[in-house]
């Protein structure tokens, strides 16, 4: 069992940075992929960012690529979205999740997930 907390959202002016964290705990947490989702009000959820369980394989959404960055933390069982250049269409609920079947851009590989952090960037 692995749990799943976000911290980091908040609201932030187009252009701005924000960082979200999702601290992993469990016995194995480090073993798991992680990935990052997001979700904005009336749309499907979609992927924006994946790492491996070692940290040496990462994929982003081309909507997000060159402007956020995924990395973890295995000795805090941490994982980090940068998000740069924030856009008002970047406006959703992020959420981090669990995969023990590697990086993937599929949300219906994560068996775990969290309660989402709200990110809201305004124009």
């Known amino acids: 069992q692995v749990q799943l907390v976000e911290s980091g959202g908040g609201l932030v002016q187009a252009g701005g940075s924000l960082r979200l964290s999702c601290a992993a705990s469990?016995?194995?947490?480090?073993?798991?992929?992680m990935g990052w989702f997001r979700q904005a009000p009336g749309k499907e959820r979609e992927f924006v960012a994946a790492i491996s369980w070692s940290g040496s394989s990462t994929l982003h959404a081309d909507s997000v690529k060159g402007r956020f960055t995924i990395s973890r933390d295995n000795a805090k069982n941490t994982v980090f979205l940068q998000m740069n250049s924030l856009k008002p269409e970047d406006t959703a609920v992020y959420y981090c999740?669990?995969?023990?079947?590697?990086?993937?851009?599929?949300?219906?590989?994560?068996?775990?997930w969290g309660q989402g952090t709200q990110v809201t960037v305004s124009s």
């Open positions: 999740a669990a995969s023990a079947l590697g990086a993937s851009g599929q949300s219906s590989r994560y068996e775990y």
């Open positions: 469990g016995r194995t947490a480090s073993s798991y992929a």
